[in-house]
Structure formats: structure tokens, C-alpha cells
């Protein structure tokens, strides 16, 4: 699928071939200290029992030759580590409502199996199991995210797992010290169904409503546990299905969910690798309407919830491409360019500016799948465009937001899609200020100039994430084309800093004193 049809905004500058500028853009920063703390919980990651994200992606089992740590492959627990990820949701995704709990615990040899139908159709051993995800989680100080099985499960099976997660004591407990776990794990999210209407048992709002009430009753928290639970929410811009859940029962949740994709069209959805410059901008525009989504769910939620208790979860978001020619179509195997990157930046400054209300967000997948931090073929390894965003972005985690104002046009890119030409992001933690700053365009360079607005701040050094060809990625057996590099084009010079950006680039500084 290739786009012909060019917006007048960048044909004007792209399309007729005229040469590239530099532009400048004024941004004023307006810290607040009733700013929102950007919880690092948007950082997460989604691991699902699809394709290789799970087998191979991040378990290979201990007899695997691929070196590992009980299973778990050492380049990829080096890559989380890396990453401070935050959260980690599993088992799925569609996975997760065919998902019976029991099935994966116990000695591997006598684990049942089953058809992963989703993905596929391939024979799920059960080999990675609870222990298994709970173990890694805890190993590296990660929040497992459990997401449960309501489309094809039971209020007692739900149940039942929390209490083999969380009791100390108990018929559930003791079946988990006979599988050789003493002490209860710490779980703090639980999701109660997910896409309930979908993959997820096709539900209504009404009906699932009732359900989400049903099942959360009997998630218990045991002694030293308290669940966040999160109920199953809409499909994009679906803000009816926010409203019946919120308004039967936003009193028993802690979160709810949202799922946003950028996809055109689902029956051909494009190449990762191959894309015109309007394929790129339309991308920039369907990205940036994670802005009006989360706008409208939030408008919704205020109305039952004003005091911004329930959050918003957006709890599978990126980009989605055909796979990769020659891969299973089950797997969602897709490369990642630096077009993905801008994506992943833009996404995460947008989510900065919802953090009253976003709570947390993961990015769908973390390996082998999807938008994925990074690809494994047998025991190579290479790290996407998408890992170096969240990598140069881990100072926001848990930083204070400080809201600016940006004189930035507004592209308009596609079907009354618009997004900013440049995109800027700014917080402040232990007396560091991180701005990271996004420019759009695939021609223009960009004279950024940021009002630091008294913020005392004298010293600047960055990062920057871009590449001569928007197409660029990273592959095995090759050297990285996408990176992060030290950037120095930025100078603060009487309380305001100066930025001086290339086309397509992703620039994240660090200020202090
Ligand atoms: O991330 C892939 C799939 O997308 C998930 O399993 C499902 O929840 C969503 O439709």
C-alpha cells in the first residue's frame, strides 16, 4: 500500500522538490509543581505467547545453547536491565482469555499443551509459566502485569491464580511451595479480561459491565498484596465503551484500559520497510491521534471520576505492518525504522501530556512482535530504533511533567489528520530538566528555541536518535544504522536554550545547573 495523494502542506516542501530549510519554533516551558509525575509505569512493555516474543525472544531454557540465566537468554536480561523497564504485561493480549493458568505450572514434562489458535496455531508447551514470568519479573525488579482469563476462563480459575500468586498460606499457597515457591510474589496489576470486545469473548459494554463487577469481587487481596485492578477497555476512539464501564463501575477499578494501534487498513497494512514520504507523514498524523483518543476517554472519565482516580491504561499501542515477507503471518514479525522511532517519541510526548490521567502504558511487543525493542535470530540479537527512544527517554521516568507552550505549525498530513511539526517534551527530577524534542519533518532542519522560564540551568549535553535515510534500521550481522549518538548542537544562553535540529531526528538534553 503506497499513498499518492499529498498534502499542501508538504508538498509545498517535499513532494515538488524544493530545497530544504531551516526553520525556527519558540517553545516556552511553564513548570508547575501541580504538574502531574509522569509515572514510569508508561514505560511498559507487553509479552505475549505470539510468534517468538516469549520462546526464543526471551526464553530459551536451560539447556538451551543460547546463553542464558535459568532459562531466561542473558543478551535480552541485559536489555531490560538496560531499558529500567518498569512494567511487564503477560500472558497476553487475545492470548491471555485462552490462557488456563494451571496448564503452566508444575514439572515442564507433564505440562498439558494446547493450540496457541491466535497465533498461529502452533503447540503451546506451557513451558513458560508463572513461575517462569514471576521469576523474571522479580529478578530484575520489574512489575509483572497479569492479564486474566475471562473470555474462556472462570471467576473461580481467576480466583484461584491470585491466590496461588499472593496468599502466604492456603490450598492455593501450598500447591505453589510444592512447585518450590515459599513466599508469595508481589503482584500489583491484574486485568480482568482483555479486548472483552473482541478476541476477548466478543462482549457488550452493558454485559461485560456486569462481568468486570463479577470478577473483580473474587480477585482478593491477600496479607501484604494489593491488587490495581484494571478492567478491559475500549478499541481506540471508542469512548461509549469507556462511558457504560465507568458508569456501572469505575467504583471497583483502579484502571481501565484503552488500545490504540496505528493501522490504515487492516487487510493491508503496509511494509516496516517500505514507504513513501506520505506513507510517512499519514503515520505522523495516525500517531498523533493517540492525543485526541486519550483527550476524549479522559473527558469521560472525568465526568464519573474528576478526581482522576481510575487511570488510563493504554495498555497495547504502535505500529502494526504486514510481516516480514517469507515469516509466518501468525507471528507479527515486522522490522523497525527510524520511522517507528518517530512514532515511539511522539507517542510517549503525548502521553507526558496526559499524565493526570495515563498511568501507564505498554508498548506492543517487546520482542520478535510488533513495534518490538528488539529482534533475536538463534543467539543474535539486535536492539530497534523503538529500544533507543525508551532508552534516551528514562529520565522522564517518574519525573515531574512541565507543561510549555509551542508556537510549532500543525502539519496537516491526511483525512483532517494533524500533527506538530515539531514536538517537545520537558520534566524535571533531582534537579535535572530532560526536554526531548521530536522534528517531523523528513526536509527541514529546525532552530528550536526553548524559554527555560527562570529554570536555573547553565550546563547542556544530549543524545540524538536519527540516520541520513528515514528507512534505516538495525539488523544481524551488520552494524547499527540507528543509534544513539552524543549531540552537542545546543547551547543555553541567557535562560533560553538554543537547539538546532536535523530533519527527522529525535533530540533528548539534559540540563543543570
Ligand atoms: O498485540 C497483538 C494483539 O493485538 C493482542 O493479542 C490483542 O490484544 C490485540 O488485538
Given at each position: 500500500m503506497?499513498?499518492?495523494?499529498?498534502?499542501?502542506?508538504?508538498?509545498?516542501?517535499?513532494?515538488?522538490?524544493?530545497?530544504?530549510a531551516t526553520k525556527t519554533i519558540n517553545v516556552t516551558l511553564a513548570p508547575s509543581d501541580s504538574a502531574a509525575v509522569i509515572a514510569p509505569e508508561i514505560y511498559g512493555q507487553f509479552t505475549e505467547h505470539l510468534g517468538s516474543c516469549i520462546y526464543g525472544g526471551i526464553w530459551v531454557g536451560e539447556d538451551s545453547p543460547i546463553p542464558n540465566t535459568q532459562g531466561y537468554r542473558n543478551d535480552v536480561l541485559q536489555a531490560i536491565r538496560d531499558l529500567k523497564v518498569p512494567v511487564m504485561r503477560w500472558p497476553g493480549g487475545c492470548f491471555a482469555d485462552e490462557y488456563h493458568w494451571e496448564d503452566g505450572i508444575g514439572p515442564k514434562e507433564e505440562r498439558p499443551r494446547m493450540i496457541n489458535t491466535n497465533w498461529g496455531g502452533t503447540v503451546e508447551d506451557n513451558s513458560f509459566g508463572t513461575h517462569e514470568f514471576l521469576n523474571l519479573c522479580e529478578m530484575l525488579g520489574v512489575e509483572p502485569y497479569i492479564s486474566g482469563n475471562v473470555g474462556s476462563g472462570s471467576v473461580r480459575e481467576l480466583n484461584e491464580w491470585v491466590e496461588y500468586m499472593t496468599a502466604p498460606d492456603g490450598p492455593q499457597a501450598r500447591r505453589r511451595m510444592a512447585n518450590g515457591r515459599k513466599e508469595p510474589w508481589h503482584l500489583k496489576y491484574l486485568g480482568i479480561g482483555n479486548e472483552t470486545w473482541g478476541c476477548g469473548g466478543n462482549m457488550l459494554p452493558e454485559y461485560y459491565a456486569d462481568i468486570y463487577r463479577q470478577y473483580a469481587t473474587y480477585c482478593r487481596n491477600y496479607p501484604g498484596n494489593k491488587l490495581f485492578k484494571i478492567a478491559s477497555g475500549s478499541n481506540g476512539s471508542d469512548t461509549n465503551w469507556t462511558d457504560v464501564l465507568m458508569k456501572k463501575a469505575h467504583r471497583h477499578m483502579d484502571g481501565i484500559s484503552v488500545h490504540q494501534y496505528c493501522v490504515d487498513n487492516w487487510n493491508d497494512k503496509g511494509q516496516a520497510l517500505e514507504f513513501t514520504d506520505d506513507d510517512y507523514y499519514w503515520l505522523m498524523g495516525k500517531a498523533y491521534e493517540m492525543d485526541g483518543v486519550l483527550?476524549?476517554?479522559?473527558?469521560?472519565?472525568?465526568k464519573y471520576d474528576p478526581a482522576k482516580r481510575v487511570g488510563l491504561m493504554v495498555d497495547e499501542w504502535g505500529t502494526w505492518w504486514n510481516v516480514e515477507p517469507g515469516t509466518n503471518?501468525?507471528?507479527?514479525?515486522?522490522?523497525?525504522?527510524?520511522?517507528?522511532?518517530?512514532?515511539?517519541?511522539?507517542t510517549l510526548n503525548v502521553f507526558h501530556n496526559h499524565a493526570d490521567r495515563v498511568k501507564m502504558a505498554n508498548i506492543a511487543q517487546f520482542a520478535n512482535v510488533l513495534q518490538a525493542m528488539l529482534l533475536t535470530k538463534d543467539d543474535k540479537m539486535v536492539l530497534t530504533p523503538t529500544y533507543y527512544v525508551f532508552k534516551s527517554y528514562i529520565p522522564h521516568q517518574g519525573a515531574r511533567h512541565i507543561p510549555l507552550t509551542s508556537d510549532a505549525p500543525m502539519l496537516d498530513v491526511s483525512k483532517g489528520r494533524t500533527v506538530p511539526e515539531v514536538s517537545v517534551t520537558a520534566s524535571e527530577k533531582d534537579g535535572v530538566t530532560t526536554i526531548s524534542l521530536v522534528?517531523?519533518?523528513?526536509?527541514?532542519?529546525?532552530?528550536?528555541?526553548?524559554?527555560?522560564?527562570?529554570i536555573d540551568a547553565s550546563k547542556v549535553t544530549g543524545e540524538i536518535i536519527t540516520a541520513s535515510d528515514v528507512h534505516a534500521y538495525n539488523d544481524f550481522d551488520r552494524a547499527e544504522q540507528v543509534t544513539l549518538a552524543p549531540f552537542k548542537d545546543a547551547k543555553i544562553k541567557k535562560g533560553v536554550l538554543t537547539v538546532e535540529?536535523?530533519?527527522?531526528?529525535?533530540?533528548?538534553?539534559?540540563?543543570?545547573k
Open positions: 503506497k499513498r499518492q495523494v499529498l498534502t499542501l502542506a508538504i508538498s509545498a516542501t517535499l513532494a515538488l522538490g524544493a530545497s530544504a483527550t476524549d476517554h479522559s473527558k469521560v472519565m472525568d503471518p501468525g507471528f507479527l514479525y515486522q522490522q523497525n525504522t527510524l520511522r517507528d522511532a518517530m512514532v515511539a517519541a511522539l522534528n517531523i519533518s523528513l526536509a527541514d532542519k529546525q532552530t528550536v528555541n526553548i524559554d527555560l522560564a527562570g535540529m536535523p530533519a527527522h531526528s529525535i533530540v533528548t538534553l539534559s540540563l543543570t
